[in-house]
């Protein structure tokens, strides 16, 4: 186990186990690699900021649009002969 992680402990490292409880008396040995990834502090703070970021554009895409929209609808019945 490797405790208090830091960028420099990310790489492969090398696992070896041994099987001694077998009816034959010899052990057996396995090895695998395995890889370890490290991610620093902050690695789910930017996809969040992201999505922040185009919540706070469809906003204000969405006000100019309606602003705009508004605009022109008083406009419309600025021009519209009023009825007595």
Known sequence: MIENVTL???GEFKCHGRNE???YGNSTVATDFTTVRVKG??????PFLGICAEVLILCLIILIYE????KSEL???DTDPQEQ
């Open 41 to 46: 502090k902050f690695a789910a703070l930017w």
């Open 67 to 70: 602003k705009r929209r508004n």
């Open 8 to 10: 420099d402990d990310r």
């Open 21 to 23: 409880a077998n009816d």
């Open 75 to 77: 406009e419309e019945s």
